[in-house]
């Protein structure tokens, strides 16, 4: 099993940047995937970002060219660097780990885009 604790949210202009982290409670080098999901008001969770254990990215469409997905394995954290931030990226962030037997999520973290 695996606890995650994200960090980093805020409340931002449009056209900023933020980072979040999220911190696993074992070597992110033994979890399968990790990712980053948000879900805003009234809408579904979606995908934002991944990570392979092997170091593979993908990303929505919606945030290709504006999000980074990254690692540290020594700190076992994974973050996600946004920029360009635009007020329909408003939502709740949740990190992501998945294991062969089940998933498991943080409690979130909610990035806010208003000028």
């Known amino acids: 099993q695996v606890q995650l604790v994200e960090s980093g949210g805020g409340l931002v202009q449009p056209g900023g940047s933020l980072r979040l982290s999220c911190a696993a409670s074992?070597?992110?080098?033994?979890?399968?995937?990790m990712g980053w999901y948000r879900q805003a008001p009234g809408k579904q969770r979606e995908l934002v970002a991944r990570?392979?254990?092997?170091?593979?990215?993908n990303y929505a469409d919606s945030v290709k060219g504006r999000f980074t997905i990254s690692r540290d394995i020594a700190k076992n954290t994974v973050y996600l660097q946004m920029n360009s931030l635009k007020p329909e990226d408003t939502a709740v962030y949740y990190c992501?780990?998945?294991?062969?037997?089940?998933?498991?999520w943080g409690q979130g973290t909610q990035v806010t885009v208003s000028s």
């Open positions: 992501n780990a998945e294991l062969p037997l089940r998933t498991y």
């Open positions: 074992r070597n992110i080098f033994t979890i399968n995937n």
């Open positions: 990570i392979t254990s092997g170091g593979s990215t």
